[in-house]
Structure formats: C-alpha cells, structure tokens
C-alpha cells in the first residue's frame, strides 16, 4: 500500500514558528557564510597567511574547476529535487532509509570525485594522513602502548599529524583494513565514505523512533543531499560520523523499547555503548557526544538504556587500557601537540565565528532553517517537558539543538579552529535532519526549492575550492 504524495500536517509544537522565521535563520546562515569568505579578503596579508586556509573558512584553497564528478553530482542533484520528495513519501521506509544512504554514498563520490578520482584515492595516503603509518604497525600491542608517548612532536618517531590528533581507534581501523587485504588510498576512501553514508540510514532509523515516520520521511531528502557529503568522501571523520550516528540509533531504538518495557532494547543498549564507547576512541573531541546522547534520551524519556550502554562503553575503554592505552594521556598529548602546530597562531578572533559559518557549509540554509524551527519547537511555552514530549516528534528538535550545542562547546574550547567542515560531521549530519521540521506539511515545490538551496551550496564549494583534508 503506498503512501499519499502530500506530507501530513505538522504538530501544533511545530507549527508555530512562521516560515518568515524559517527563511531569517536560512537567510542568517547564508549571510554568516558570505561574511566568513569575504572577512578575510579585506585583512592584511599576514593576518590571511596565519588562517592557514586560503579559503577560509573552508580548509583548501580557491581554484575553480570541473571533473569526472560534476555531470553524476548535477544529475543526483536534479533528481533527488525533482522526485526526491515525492519518493520519499513511499514505499516500504527500511527501503526508503538503506536507500537515501545509496543516493547519498553516491552524491559523495560525485562530489569528492570533481577535483579528479585520483585526488580522491590518495586523500588518505599523504605524508602527514592514516596510510602513512600503516606499514610501520608490525605490533599492535606494541603500538598501543607507545601511542601517548609518541603524539608530541619533534621527535624521531612522533606520529603524523591526523594519527597524533586522534586516539588509536582510527589507526587501528586502516591497520585491521589493510590485513584483510583492504589496503590502500582507494579501499580507505571507499571505506569512509560507505560508513559514513550508512549514517543517513541510522538517523532516520533514530528519527522514525523519536518523531514518528512521517518527520523521517520529510526529511530524508535533505540527508540523501548532505552538503556535508562533500567532506564525507575525502575524510576519515565521515567513519566516525557513522559510528557515531548508528550508536545514538541504538541508543533511541533502546530507550523507545525500554520504555514499553520491551526486554529487546537490552542488547540495543549494549550495542549504543559499544559504538559510542568506540567513537571517543576514533575521536577525542566525540566525547561531546554525550550531550545529543542525553538529549535522545530525553526524547524517549527513559535512561533505563544507561544501565546497558554505560558498562558497555566501559568495556571498550578498559580494552584499551588493558592494551597499553590511557584516553586521557592521550588527550593531554593531543594538546601539547596541537599547540605545537599551526594552532598556535591560527586567530581565535576569526574562528570562533568562522567555524560555525564553516560547520554552516556542511548543514546548508536548509538545516539553518531546521535550527530555528527545532528552537522554536523548544522554546517557553506554558507545557511542561513532560507534556512537550508526549507529542514525540518532539524529539528531533531536541537532538538537533543538542548536536548545535555540542559545536558550541567545541568551538568556544579554542581545540577546533578550522576544518571543523569535516571535523563535525558527526553533529551536522543530524543538524541537516532538522530541515524535516521545517518542510513538514509543506506543499511539494517549497520542499524542492530548500532542496535546490541546499545542494547549491555544496556545488558551488566542490567546483570553487579545491578540498584540503
């Protein structure tokens, strides 16, 4: 039985925010995004050269271009617009879901691929990336345990830049692809970008449970045309995205299930703890996926999943510590390191603005629109969060305004100054969800037009800027 072509209506909580509030926040992220470009161009020369990006705020360098991508991007790009919409609003949804993560692998891989596929099969082996290290992990056990020591730089055999800044778990992960024959640039990039795809999959799996099918629905193509899908194809942090985005699925699937005192959403627990016990080994900064984890909770009002994913995560960190590993040497190691490098003279008064205009790159207009309607859904009323919650598509609006909140400590910490459009993919992906909010019940052109919006946006980063990683 197939659904009808029109979106339901959206919930009273939803509907109150104006669509001239809708178009201000879109109108405000585009604007951010302009004056990030056009700031640094009225700058002194040495104020543009400790950016350490030429074309701030993204992390590359201006040169307008075409490739072997452009034709398959415009034409995802044109379809998922014209029939995306309608699409979504049918069939079976675990179909709907696996294939939004298939459009989006694909709309990646054309925009990676425009500066040329080579330049996408070598992102991963430089000198100073993840490749690079692999041939000389003979002994795991062996690397684990010197892993801290080795972080600071100047010294014989200080890691490379990506594999000091990162926990083991990234390291680890190519050395495992490599020994079952998995090696190399193109096999890595192939890796990252399937795993980080399969993320669209697991957020609507995780929206579905909290706000209800239709919320999913409506936003599924927006997630098909990530913006971010641009970093999702040339970085390893598209990995730590969909771990990231599968752990807080489970973790929703869990408290949803718990709370109907279905015993199923036990092993869904564990499975939530394992992956986001994993991910603050991919990344340190993802221990800030707590907050969103917090807010998925919540939504489900249930921390009965706790009880599970807690232990679970434990279990990951005293693997570690069992193999020669302390996250927190390692932090205090990625520290010094990283005010050993460029960080130490990169202009905090830029990038503390510069990074949200940079994230703002990777969720679109579409999602600035999405982070005021998930405000607004939020914001004072006379209901208790109780009450609030009993309409659950509620629930979306929380977790996009925790993943907005978990940029805003990263960003005022002063650890994450640029390239942040890669760095937090792991909360833009959900950020990008929220356009669901806001084209709930709209009629099928309105939906079309903040998809065209979108998806203009990160083709005109592809074909402008040549991506660094």
């Not at 040495?46 to 705020?57: D, K, N, Q, S, T």
Request: charged share 10%.
């Amino acid at each position: 039985m197939t659904r009808p072509s029109t979106v339901p209506a959206p919930p009273a909580a939803l509907r109150r925010a104006p669509w001239r509030s809708e178009v201000a926040w879109a109108a405000g992220t585009a604007l951010l995004v302009a004056a990030a470009f056009v700031v640094p161009r009225l700058e002194s020369r040495g104020f543009r050269m400790r950016l350490v990006a030429e074309a701030a705020p993204i992390f590359g360098r201006f040169d307008p271009h075409v490739g072997v991508g452009t034709v398959p991007a415009l034409v995802i790009a044109v379809v998922v617009v014209a029939w995306g919409p309608a699409l979504a609003q049918r069939g079976p949804f675990p179909a709907l879901a696996w294939g939004t993560a298939l459009v989006l692998a694909g709309w990646s891989l054309a925009l990676g691929t425009v500066g040329g596929w080579h330049s996408f099969a070598t992102k991963l082996t430089g000198y100073d990336q993840y490749l690079h290290e692999v041939p000389g992990v003979h002994d795991i056990g062996y690397m684990l345990r010197s892993f801290a020591r080795r972080i600071p730089d100047y010294q014989p055999d200080s890691w490379t830049v990506h594999v000091s800044g990162h926990p083991p778990g990234a390291l680890l992960t190519f050395v495992w692809l490599d020994r079952i024959g998995l090696g190399g640039g193109t096999c890595a990039a192939l890796f990252c970008v399937a795993a980080g795809a399969s993320g669209a999959a697991a957020v609507l799996i995780a929206v579905r449970a909290l706000s209800g099918e239709d919320v999913a629905r409506s936003a599924a193509p927006f997630l098909a045309l990530f913006p971010g899908g641009l970093w999702l194809a040339v970085s390893a942090d598209a990995y730590f995205a969909g771990v990231v985005a599968w752990g807080l699925a489970l973790l929703a699937l869990s408290g949803v299930a718990l709370h109907r005192g279905d015993r199923r959403g036990w092993a869904a627990a564990v499975g939530a703890g394992v992956l986001l016990g994993w991910a603050v080994y991919l990344n340190y900064g993802l221990v800030l996926v707590g907050i969103p984890a917090l807010a998925v909770l919540a939504a489900t009002r249930s921390a009965r999943p706790l009880l599970a994913a807690v232990p679970a995560a434990l279990a990951v960190t005293a693997a570690f510590l069992a193999g020669g590993f302390w996250w927190l040497a390692g932090y205090h190691g990625v520290v010094t390191r990283y005010y050993q490098g460029i960080a130490s003279f990169r202009p905090f008064s830029y990038w503390i603005w510069g990074d949200l205009a940079a994230a703002a790159c990777a969720f679109g207009v579409a999602g600035g629109a999405g982070i005021g309607r998930a405000l607004a859904a939020l914001g004072p009323r006379r209901e208790s969060w109780r009450h609030r919650l009993r309409d659950r598509r509620v629930g979306l609006a929380a977790v996009v305004c925790a993943s907005v909140a978990a940029m805003l400590v990263a960003d005022v910490s002063a650890l994450s100054k640029a390239e942040v459009e890669r760095i937090w993919l792991p909360f833009t992906l959900w950020v990008t969800c929220g356009a669901g909010l806001v084209v709930i019940g709209r009629p099928r052109p309105t939906v079309s037009a903040w998809l065209a919006a979108s998806a203009a946006g990160a083709l005109l980063i592809a074909h402008l800027i040549r991506i660094y990683q």
